[in-house]
């Protein structure tokens, strides 16, 4: 019990931290589940596209010797750059892939997006890395941790914490404040009756995609400030867990897929703290297979559409 | 082995070799005879979630079979290389030999990387007529060559080797709590068991815990350190995760050589850590069952050579087994060189018993294997994180 | 090739008709016993053809290609146990490999000595089946009250549960300080997988043939394997069970209005195809000689569904030739290491983007909003208004050729 009580506190801050990362990644795939229906598979790589583009920033302005970049600069270069490209891969992705299959059986954007998936990791495997590349977050981030008591975290966590749920009020407001967020919940409910409204739908599809893109490529840059390391195959068990979060909070739903992010994070930090870091994964998982059974509907159930 | 004896040894290899040339002509055989055809295979998983240790690998082979070929072949005929991305399943393993085992001019393998594969595929190899033989370059289990199977060889150092060094070496810097933390994977649980059973019988008390291979959020775990009480850590590893712990150990107020010690495994000793734990990893020991060729005079040529290859930072891309897959390319095609040609072909049954009875010559050094298939006096080699430079501390012979 | 709707001046032939009339005819015509009895007895004797080939060549594969056909066949066995599930009764089973694993892991158990035991073939098989049962009601009884994308999230946690058992039961599990089991407790080898796996108890030679090797002998049991399964299939398809997950995957709404007792029904689907992944895990451990934990990666379900869903969705032929398809290349591509996935990725897209409802496929599991079956998002309420929407189409289901008609007429695209 002493035990516990000592740790509790630092175990609760790590598992906010992996939440906020998998409920901003979660955000990504109940946006695009709430407008297309639609699992976007290659979501994951997605975000980790937008770490190696992190990783490609730093590695052309530290390591070119630039040395007078200011840390602050470098990072919001860093993230709108990460973002503007991951936003434009997205778009592409669901120009070249998806957008044909639109009417087509379900399963079928399935496929594409496993295969969208599979070409980003061999991708960057072949022509970037098949190990892990590392960022010199040192050059530019004060690595002095911030302590609260006996609770302690590094400076980049907490920019995790804090920049995640920032965006995540944002995309909030966005969906249900301005015009363009009633356009795209009006497409959510139903596609058809959106366009005899005059919405283009195309249009909003495209934003769509560009915002949740955009959000794994922010993403992918906390991440790597964060663990100051990259790889190629980051994105696919992430990808998995944020998915999860995502139904956890009740699919289609964007208050369901942040709060499913962070409980899942927390439920793994203190399984792992609490019960064992080998069956960490399994306990977690057991968990959320227990809420849905209780809740069959998510613990948020109610989809982007309904909520107009 | 010092390396006075390393010349010896080298001194001998070539005198071995020249008197099997003279024995060559002088008998009735045909001296310039030249093979029909040879083909070796290299194994590992070459691309997916294994792919940070199998690519390295596989450039390595596909560099010892161009320097072999561009040095004349076998008496003239070139090697050609078959590829198998045996992506970390006995399955695709097994099916992929299957191309091997009935093809007679396929004579052996270097590989397959991982020791699952390994003993999930072995049978086959072994039941093969001939028997298709393998080098392996980096599987570690006991049992890869302890099941008597007169393929199985391997170049690097077995975990009941590595696994009691590591003890022993913590015991002697003083350990009193041990953090003792695998990957997930074939070559470090088995490793981290072996470690922690000889803690174990020596009453150091240890907390076991399990990272995930390509994990890079380590709170939890550190937390559980700081709470434990360890004064060192123990990761058994191949390389990927060791960066981005350290990072965070250090953030976490867990600093190596201040109030911490860290002792990692192979590709652990990877000097890029360093640099990519943004200088965390300073001051951290690590073990290994293969030489870091970077580290090793003899080897300076290939890294140079790997470098003009592959590329500039190509080495710090390439894994922990990049010399140890030259080296085993190395062996087993001067095994096949040594082996007598009979009318244009040479048997695997000449291969494995030139691989049982020959004195290799490798990129470290000489090799020759046991009765098993272990390298004799294969050694345990420990690195210290100094500066930006992993120094080799010394060698404990396994 | 041409299927545009020109005036056809000829009377086109037999074989034009057919290709004019689509996928469903197609299947239809494959399915005819006069087409897959000839195909079993071909795909038999391949071997023996390649053998002689070998012998009477320069050649050399007879045994590589033959290991390779023994992998389209498992692996076409698998993807008509997913069909059965994800394309007969629409649900869509993310855990689906498990049970192939648990299959697998539950043969080597009884056969080999990681616990002393070496039951006959019989005995073997009864343990796989019960215990690949057992698992499927574990998880299916709770799961499939759940919908759509729950189920889904479901069965890929209890995947993901299993690969950990599988990884972390070579000792006894250690939870919150306490060790549970005795120490030398080491259930399933952990990453290097349980070894030396004995093969089926079974004649190792046949008359005329003699002794048989064993990867032409397991290609065989595969291949007879995937005859039974192929059968009882198409013959499923007309009994009452049939209509019903059909009826199901349509329109479970008005399924259930017409009495159709839906859980059953999708429980039975559900176990069922756990149960043909099971058996076919054991015949995998005994034809490689072990239960390796790498063959049950969530990447493997993945795998068996781009099969199913490549080769279209409700489709039997279809499935074996999604098999094919995704199992060849990788070993055709082997020289090309890095880049094979490229080449593989892209053609996989190039062909869903140009025949969304796969090579053969017919069934289309539709648009979200048209659609009352499992995979859905919305509440019930919504279902039942798209299904008003639509009107039933339930009633006109195609039951003969293994596999349903389109809707004529599609959505109109935005």
Redesign the interface.
């Known amino acids: 019990m002493e035990?516990f009580l000592?740790?509790f506190p630092?175990?609760l801050v790590?598992?906010l931290?992996?939440g906020s990362l998998y409920a901003l990644i979660a955000l990504g795939y109940t946006l695009i589940?709430g407008i297309l229906?639609m699992?976007n598979f290659a979501h994951g790589d997605v975000f980790m596209v937008g770490g190696f583009l992190a990783a490609g920033v730093t590695a052309v302005l530290v390591h070119g010797g630039v040395s007078f970049v200011p840390g602050v600069f470098l990072v919001l270069l860093m993230m709108a750059f990460a973002m503007g490209g991951t936003g434009l891969l997205g778009v592409g992705i669901e120009r070249?892939?998806y957008r044909?299959?639109?009417?087509?059986?379900?399963?079928?954007?399935?496929?594409?997006a496993?295969?969208?998936s599979?070409?980003l990791?061999?991708?960057v495997?072949?022509f970037v890395?098949?190990?892990?590349v590392?960022l010199?977050?040192?050059a530019f981030i004060p690595?002095a941790?911030l302590r609260f008591g006996n609770v302690?975290t590094?400076l980049t966590?907490v920019l995790l914490f804090v920049v995640s749920v920032a965006l995540m009020v944002g995309l909030d407001l966005f969906v249900f404040r301005t015009r363009f967020g009633s356009a795209m919940r009006a497409t959510a409910q139903?596609?058809?009756a959106a366009?005899f409204m005059g919405i283009d739908?195309?249009r909003v599809i495209m934003v769509t995609f560009f915002a949740a893109s955009a959000l794994a490529g922010m993403g992918g840059v906390l991440?790597g400030l964060?663990?100051?390391?990259v790889?190629?195959?980051?994105g696919?068990?992430l990808g998995?867990k944020a998915?999860?979060a995502a139904?956890?909070g009740g699919?289609?739903n964007l208050r369901g897929a942040m709060l499913g992010g962070l409980l899942l994070g927390v439920l793994?930090?203190l399984a792992?703290?609490?019960?064992?870091?080998?069956?960490?994964?399994?306990f977690a998982?057991?968990a959320?297979?227990v809420v849905?059974?209780i809740r069959?509907?998510?613990l948020f159930g109610q989809?982007l559409g309904?909520r107009a | 082995m010092g390396k006075s004896s390393y010349l010896v040894f080298a001194a001998i290899a070539s005198l071995g070799l020249a008197a099997c040339g003279g024995g060559g002509s002088g008998g009735g055989g045909n001296a310039t005879a030249k093979p029909d055809k040879v083909q070796i295979a290299a194994e590992g998983p070459f691309t997916g979630d294994q792919a940070s240790i199998g690519a390295g690998a596989l450039k390595a082979i596909q560099l010892a079979v161009k320097d072999f070929n561009n040095k004349g072949g076998v008496h003239g005929t070139p090697v050609s290389l078959l590829i198998w991305d045996d992506q970390h399943t006995a399955q695709t393993a097994q099916t992929l030999q299957a191309q091997g085992i009935s093809d007679p001019t396929v004579l052996g393998i270097v590989g397959p990387m991982n020791s699952g594969v390994v003993l999930g595929s072995v049978q086959g190899l072994q039941a093969a007529s001939p028997p298709l033989p393998f080098v392996t370059e980096s599987a570690s289990n006991v049992k890869v060559t302890d099941s008597g199977n007169s393929v199985a060889h391997r170049v690097n150092a077995r975990d009941d080797a590595q696994g009691p060094a590591d003890g022993k070496f913590l015991i002697d810097q003083g350990a009193k709590k041990v953090e003792v933390m695998d990957a997930k994977s074939d070559y470090s649980t088995a490793l981290a068991d072996a470690t922690q059973k000889y803690l174990s019988d020596h009453n150091i008390p240890f907390q076991r815990d399990a990272a995930k291979a390509g994990q890079t959020d380590f709170s939890t775990i550190i937390q559980k350190i700081k709470s434990f009480g360890a004064d060192w850590v123990y990761f058994a590893d191949e390389g990927p995760e060791a960066a981005p712990f350290v990072t965070q150990m250090k953030q976490a107020g867990l600093t190596i050589g201040q109030n911490i010690n860290f002792l990692g495994t192979d590709g652990e000793e990877d000097p890029t850590i360093i640099s990519k734990s943004q200088g965390a990893y300073d001051g951290a020991y690590a073990t290994n069952i293969t030489a870091d060729p970077a580290g090793v005079a003899s080897a300076a040529a290939y890294v140079t050579a790997y470098k003009n290859e592959y590329g500039a930072d190509s080495v710090s891309q390439a894994g922990p087994f990049y010399g140890s897959a030259y080296e085993a390319a190395q062996v087993l095609l001067q095994a096949i060189n040594n082996a007598p040609v009979k009318n244009g072909k040479i048997s695997r049954n000449d291969v494995i018993s030139h691989l049982a009875s020959d004195t290799f010559n490798t990129i470290f050094g000489s090799v020759k294997f046991n009765a098993k298939g272990d390298v004799q006096g294969g050694g345990i080699y420990v690195y210290h994180a100094e500066g930006s430079n992993m120094v080799v501390k010394k060698q404990v012979s396994g | 090739m041409s299927t545009s709707p020109a005036v056809i001046e000829e009377e086109p032939t037999k074989g034009q008709r057919l290709w004019q009339a689509g996928p469903a005819a197609w299947n239809e015509a494959i399915t005819r016993p006069a087409v897959m009895i000839p195909f079993f007895a071909l795909a038999a004797v391949t071997p023996l053809a390649l053998q002689y080939l070998e012998d009477n060549s320069s050649w050399i594969g007879a045994q590589f290609w033959t290991t390779i056909l023994a992998n389209c066949a498992m692996y076409a066995c698998l993807a008509i146990s997913l069909n059965l599930v994800v394309g007969y009764a629409g649900l869509l089973n993310l855990g689906f490999i498990a049970f192939f694993g648990i299959g697998s892991y539950a043969y080597a158990l009884v056969a080999s000595d990681q616990l002393h035991q070496h039951y006959p073939l019989w005995a073997a098989l009864l343990v796989v089946v019960l215990v690949t049962l057992a698992f499927a009601l574990l998880v299916g009884v709770p799961a499939l009250r759940l919908r759509g994308d729950y189920l889904a999230i479901v069965t890929l946690g209890f995947g993901l549960i299993m690969r950990d058992l599988i990884l972390d039961l070579d000792r006894p599990p250690v939870l919150a300080g306490h060790q549970f089991g005795p120490s030398d407790l080491n259930l399933t080898g952990g990453t290097n997988g349980i070894h030396q796996v004995d093969p089926l108890k079974l004649p190792t030679s046949l008359p005329l043939l003699g002794n048989v090797a064993h990867f032409l002998m397991y290609y065989w049991i595969f291949l007879a394997l995937l005859a039974i399964f192929v059968f009882c299939m198409l013959r499923w398809r007309h009994t009452r069970t049939g209509r019903a997950w059909v009826a199901i995957r349509e329109d479970e709404l008005a399924a259930r209005a017409m009495g159709v007792n839906t859980f059953k029904y999708r429980l039975l689907a559900f176990t069922v195809s756990a149960v043909m992944a099971g058996i076919v895990g054991m015949i995998d451990a005994a034809f490689i000689f072990n239960a390796f934990p790498g063959n049950f990666d969530v990447q493997q379900t993945v795998m068996v569904f781009i099969m199913v869903i490549l080769g279209g969705l409700g489709s039997i032929p279809g499935a074996m030739l999604g098999a094919i398809a995704f199992t060849v290349p990788p070993f055709l591509l082997q020289q090309f290491v890095f880049i094979k996935y490229l080449i593989i990725s892209l053609v996989l897209i190039a062909v869903m983007v140009f025949r969304p409802e796969g090579l053969l496929g017919t069934v289309s599991i539709r648009p979200r909003r048209t659609m009352g079956g499992t995979l859905e998002l919305f509440s019930e309420e919504a279902a039942s208004e798209a299904s008003l929407r639509t009107g039933g189409n339930a009633a006109d289901l195609e039951s003969t050729t293994g596999a349903i008609v389109p809707e004529s007429d599609p959505e109109p695209s935005i």
Request: proline fraction near 8%.
């Open positions: 035990y000592q740790n630092q175990q790590n598992g931290e992996t589940y229906e699992l070249v892939a044909p299959l639109r009417n087509a059986n379900r399963l079928a954007p399935l496929i594409t496993i295969g969208v599979l070409f990791e061999s991708l495997q072949v890395s098949p190990a892990p590392g010199p977050t040192n690595q941790a302690e590094p966590g139903d596609r058809e366009t739908v195309d991440y964060r663990f100051a390391t790889n190629f195959f980051m696919y068990l998995i998915f999860t139904v956890i699919i289609g793994e930090s792992g703290g609490f019960i064992s870091t080998e069956f960490q994964d399994a998982f057991l959320l297979i849905l059974l069959p509907q998510g989809p309904d």
